[in-house]
Structure formats: structure tokens, C-alpha cells
């Protein structure tokens, strides 16, 4: 994350850039930018994600912790179209200028370490990562990863919203960045934070999210 964008969303956010202890609790919140929406065939041009210090019950808010954050764009050896482009602004240049592909993977797994995943319509980024780490590093991740666009459908089943724009509407957050996946990392962990007080007394573990998200998938097979 450069260390314009840093400041920029410090001011936004008041956020502390503080390390994470040893004894936290730690999810990492994900975001991706690719050159399509077709996750089995599209290519991953960057993935970014920051990591929450989570505390011991329900009453202990998530915290976003700045300072533990990720950001890579893979290198490509054919660029996005320009439309492409115009949308996430990764350029040309920068495209072809990336981290080579199996590096960039593996400092991700490094970062997010055994850490739960959390992002908005996850399995659009999970197919993406998965499919690269499987032809980059041989092996896909084992981390549990968590959709918050369930989360908020069964918090707030009063709000007629469905993409990431309308949620940040209807809860006033500003991004700086739209579309730049570290940008997008801190509107999406932001996110989780306005949920909180209608997911803190279904228990606030990982545990008790994933049986929170679960209804959602429940009420639509119904």
C-alpha cells in the first residue's frame, strides 16, 4: 500500500497503524482486481488485504490494524484492455512491471499465514486466488474464508442492497479509492465494523460468523 494512500485513509478512518500482539485474534479481509468478472477463466492482476485484531468475546469490536497490511500486482505478459484499466488503474506499465506471479502468490500465503479470509462475494476472490495459487504454487489455500455480503443480508434483511456500493451507501462509508483493491480492503473491513452491533450478540468468534452467514444460505434454499 503506498504510503500516499496510507495518509489519505488515516485521515478517512483515524486509523492507528499498531502491530498486532502476539496473543490477538487475527482475520485478514481480501480484495482483487483482475482483467474480468469471469473468475475461471480471468486473469489476477492484484490482490490486497489488511489484517483486524479480534478480540476475546462479543463486546471486543474487530480493529483494523493499518499497519498490517498487503498489497501486490502481479506481473502480466498481455495487459487489460482499456476499459479494464480506466476501472481498476492499474496501468499498462505497472502490468507488465509486476511481482513475477509465484512470488507474488507465496508473499500472499506468507501474509495472511493460517488467518480466517473475509471479502464481499468471496467466491469471486477465493475461485481467482485458488486458481492462480493451483497454477503458480502447485497447491490451493486452506484457509476458511467468509462471504460479508452474507453477513450483511442477515444483519440488516430490512435493506434492499446488494453490491458493495449500495452497503457502503446506505452506511455513509467514503472510499478514496474505489476499485483499488487496498482501498476496497479498508471500505470492506469498515464494513464488518457498522455490522458489529447486530453481530456482536450472536457471539463475536469466527465461529459465530460463519453460523450467522449460514442462515442466509438457509432462508434462500428454502
Known sequence: MSATLLASVR??????????????????????????????????????AIGLRVGSGPAS?????????????????????????????????????GVDPATALQSFVDFI????LLAFHSAFDETLIDRHCRRHLGHRLLNPWLDLADLCAVTYEEVRARSLDDWMAHFGIRCPARHQASADTLATAELLLRLWPRIAPEGGRWRDLVRLAGRRRWLAER
Open 11 to 48: 485521515s478517512w478512518w483515524g486509523l492507528q497503524e499498531t502491530g498486532l500482539s502476539s496473543d490477538a485474534d487475527r482475520w485478514v479481509v481480501v480484495d482483487v482486481e483482475t482483467s474480468g468478472l469471469d473468475a475461471k477463466n480471468d486473469r489476477l492482476l492484484a490482490i490486497a
Open 61 to 97: 469490536r474487530p480493529e483494523i490494524v493499518l499497519g498490517d497490511s498487503f498489497e501486490v500486482v502481479l506481473r502480466q505478459v498481455a495487459v487489460s484492455d482499456r476499459d479494464n484499466i480506466l476501472l481498476h488503474g492499474i496501468g499498462e506499465q505497472r502490468q507488465r512491471d
Open 113 to 116: 499465514g493460517q488467518a480466517p
